[in-house]
């Protein structure tokens, strides 16, 4: 399984919802990755694990909450969001340090903030 | 800091033609890794390539390939003879390694590829 899987594809919330994006893979990656992409900009770090541990947060906003569960799963939480945060939500994950091959990345959230 | 710059917004081309893919970086690194990546319409970003900055060997893949030359701190991309299903973003992103090698990809602006038939 050479796959990041991300659920759902596209969803659609009111400001004072609550929602959750999930993420997975099963390569046995031990680094997750939190991206955040606008229309016709490049994408943007959000959060990075690292072992289950959340090892960078980049000033993300306390609306959006992270969450890494076991090794294969990551979740970002979602909670009162502002239309400004209508984006594609990528998830992506990798192995450690000189076995880092390269970035996988998921297809992706399109999320839609109402 | 580290800086990724990809001059070409948006490439225009005919199916068959060769077209070239710039992307210039900055670091102050001595170890990193540049990578090349996809993104068609459907959102997923696909992985191309990942390069070491001490192999500056060109790299050749089917229809792409990649010149790498750190003396002008280029890592250009080259797709020969088009196709329509190459219409996609492509971005050039760099990654220091060592230390925190997982850590934060620093994408250029993106190239946006059109073929057409």
């Known amino acids: 399984d050479t796959e990041v899987t991300q659920t759902p594809k596209h969803l659609v919330m009111g400001m004072t919802n609550k929602k959750s994006l999930k993420c997975e893979q099963h390569?046995?990656?031990?680094?997750m990755y939190w991206y955040k992409q606008k229309a016709k900009k490049p994408p943007e770090l959000m959060f990075v694990y690292s072992y289950e541990k959340l090892s960078i947060n980049e000033s993300v906003p306390s609306r959006f909450s992270p969450e890494c569960p076991n090794s294969s799963l990551l979740n970002l939480h979602l909670h009162a969001l502002q239309p400004e945060d209508s984006a594609l939500y990528l998830c992506a994950s990798s192995q450690q340090g000189p076995l880092n091959y390269g970035y996988t990345f998921g297809s992706g959230t399109r999320l839609t903030v109402v | 800091a580290q800086k990724v710059t990809q001059a070409q917004t948006e490439i225009s081309v005919v199916e068959k033609e060769d077209v070239t893919l710039d992307c210039v970086y900055e670091t102050r690194d001595t170890t990193y890794y540049l990578f090349w990546y996809k993104q068609p319409p459907s959102g997923e970003l696909v992985f191309l390539i990942r390069r070491n900055s001490f192999d500056e060997q060109n790299e050749i893949s089917g229809r792409y390939s990649w010149n790498f030359q750190k003396s002008t701190s280029s890592f250009n991309f080259t797709i020969t003879a088009s196709q329509v299903v190459d219409s996609a973003v492509y971005f050039c992103?760099?990654?220091?390694?060592?230390?925190?090698?997982?850590?934060?990809?620093?994408f250029g602006q993106g190239t946006i590829l059109t073929v057409h038939p």
């Open positions: 992103a760099l990654n220091r390694a060592g230390g925190t090698s997982y850590g934060k990809l620093t």
């Open positions: 390569m046995g990656h031990r680094a």
